[in-house]
């Protein structure tokens, strides 16, 4: 059975909360992840779809998550790519959909910091029993 999206919700939270993306710029990277080069025109088409955001190119550009690949020059647009950061973090996320656990110290998980927010507290709780769940699947499958 292929129930690879059934933490979704939890796992995107938890990214979403260590880097600091919201919704939107996640989705943005997810689709540009399988582009190994893109136009501004080919960043623009998805964003149509997302939240409307004029700064969305900027500011994952200004935060590293997109870097030029080669400059405009000429007739030649400008070409981007993903940068490494961005790729070890959505790496990372198909990672934890193949059932890699999401770490719970508060050096690694942001919601495991002192004074977090209700949501973190009830999120926490899911990672662990999401955690929980994914150890002894992997138990079951290796007897």
Known sequence: MNDYLKYWRVIRYFVKSKY?????????????????????????????LLSWDINRFDRLKRDDWVVV?????????AL?????????MIDSVYKKLNGEEIPVGADTNPMYAR?????????????????????????????
């Open 115 to 143: 004074n977090v927010s209700y949501s973190d507290k009830r999120y926490k709780q899911m990672i662990e029993n999401m955690n929980k769940a994914t150890r002894q699947s992997q138990h079951r499958s290796r007897e």
């Open 20 to 48: 600091g993306l919201n919704t939107a710029d996640l989705e943005m990277l997810l689709f540009l992840y399988s582009e190994s080069y893109f136009s501004k025109d080919k960043f623009k088409e998805f964003d149509k």
């Open 80 to 88: 981007y790519c993903l940068s490494y950061k961005a790729k070890r």
């Open 69 to 77: 690949f080669r400059k405009h020059s000429g007739k030649r647009k």
